[in-house]
């Protein structure tokens, strides 16, 4: 301040500077304190524009103005007083003493936080870290060098590493409603592109939906599918004899970890990548609100969580409700802790959420946190459950730890939806779905578990369960995350998007297929092929038409 009045000689370009400065202090200090996310930092660096209209009403902005007003007016009246003999010597003093200051690394004695695990009070940290260093200097770095894309890559923040896997962004893509160009890769991969040949099921009209999504659920991490593990547990709901006679059990992961997982699940399309960008055409929410129903997503951790809210927004959800919102009750506040508000404190909001608006179609997706790998909910400190099972050949302490928590996950759901049937939620007019986000990735947990796959792509348990009779199918036929939005649709009676790649697994010629991205690594397989494609160096012309059309969003219309 002091050194822009030396050199400009007036009082306005220095007022300028402590408005501005002082908005951003002021913001970072409301978004830490009224966040109440522990991941801010890492995700989306406290002051992005999304982060203030998330919290900030529109009389909020008044007040901003306002407030802006009033501390560029005080700013510029203090300035004025400041007498100008020997600014610069001034100025020079105090800015060597801002330097030494900004540069002091006082993040190492920051205490600990016993309320929060060893993970996540490292994240805190860094926030804490982060709310007191210089804000202009964060501001640059967070904000204005990422947006100038690759050339100023060198001067923004180097992040945590898994950072780099939540931006779910390509600037590789095409979106055309013309198929005609890739007829032959269509034909040549058996996928369901530019058909919609599943025969009406006429179950009869369904008014809620209500999509269980499990965290990182392995169908090898349930012993009724991987006898390996020899221990017997999760039996009130995933190995009960009525439900393993309902599930898909060769349905392979698409996209992992979370965002990635359910992108897929929701656009049918394998290419996370370009929904973000090209604006989620084809989402299952979007299309399930032109119906009628409300789209929902309720999650026990934070929804801004690798932009999440953002992201979901955009999917087509009317409401997303999270960490923040269950922060607000007095009454749920001991229950949130570690990744966020445990499952079964989550699945009994849900059930007052549904009873407040049972007159509505709802289309309600779930998922909750306490099988997070690589330990799972390890506290639990103010829930009971039945014991624990025993796990004698089972050594290693953490994998003890997450099966436990399957099992106790496993009850949760198995009570959530014993519950919604007492309410009357769970009636001829609803439809539940349970799976998961995505399967457990390599871990050293997964690792030491016998049986369970060692890759990032490994199937998962997928159930529909209705009070109406489903049709007879194959649970064993090959399948993949972008089948399930089709299914959905089949069975609610509703038209498939043309742009989507999956096909109803209740279709009665069913094609199995699997398809997934992990890394740079494109993975299919058919009944025919199976593939390996290197998406930065395809091999031949066929994988490069592969690409091509795994890199295209189809549209129904022009685009």
Known sequence: MLLLKAVFRIAFVPALYVTANATLAVANILLYYFGNTILERSHFALITPYSVTSFVPWYGFVIIFVFIAAVFTVSLLCIRKIPKEDLFKKSLFWLVICIILNLLNISVSFEKDERFD???????????YYVTQNQWLDFM?????????????????????????????????????????????????????????????????YSRVIYIFT????????????DKINVNF?????????????TFTNLITSGSPTLQGLTVTF????NYNIQEPTGHRNSLPKILKKHGFKPVFIRSASKFFANENLVFQNMGFSEIIGREDFFEDENLKKYIYGWGLE????????????KKNRDEKLFVSILGTDTHPPAGQMRYLHLNYPAAPKMDNIKDKATKLWLTSIDRMDFDIADFIENLDKEGLFDESTLIVVSADHSCPLNNVTAKIPGHPRNNLAKIPLIF???????????????????????????????KPAGWW???????????????????FLYFSNEKITKTINTEKPADASEEDILNLFNTVFTERRP
């Open 215 to 226: 965290e990182s659920l392995s169908l090898e991490a349930l012993p009724c599918y991987n």
């Open 502 to 520: 999956g096909q109803s697994l209740f279709a009665e010629e069913r094609k199995g297929k699997s398809i997934g991205l992990d890394k740079k």
């Open 118 to 128: 060893r993970v996540i009070t490292g994240f805190r940290n860094a926030q804490i």
């Open 267 to 270: 656009d049918s399309h394998p």
């Open 141 to 205: 770095t967070d904000v204005i060098f990422p947006t100038l894309g690759e050339t100023f890559k060198v001067l923004a923040p180097v992040t945590e590493k898994f950072v780099g896997d939540y931006r779910l962004f390509s600037e590789d893509f095409t979106v055309t409603n013309d198929f005609s160009s890739y007829g032959k890769t269509i034909d040549d991969l058996g996928v369901n592109l530019g058909k919609n040949d599943e025969k009406h099921l006429d179950i009869g009209e």
């Open 343 to 354: 499952d079964r404190i989550l699945y009994d909001q849900v059930v007052e959420y549904i």
């Open 465 to 495: 369960l209705s009070k109406r009779s489903l049709p007879e199918t194959d649970f064993s036929t090959l399948a993949n995350q972008t089948d399930i939005a089709p299914t959905i649709v089949h069975v609610l009676g509703l038209e």
């Open 234 to 246: 999760a039996n009130r709901f995933f190995c009960r004899n009525d439900i393993v006679k309902k």
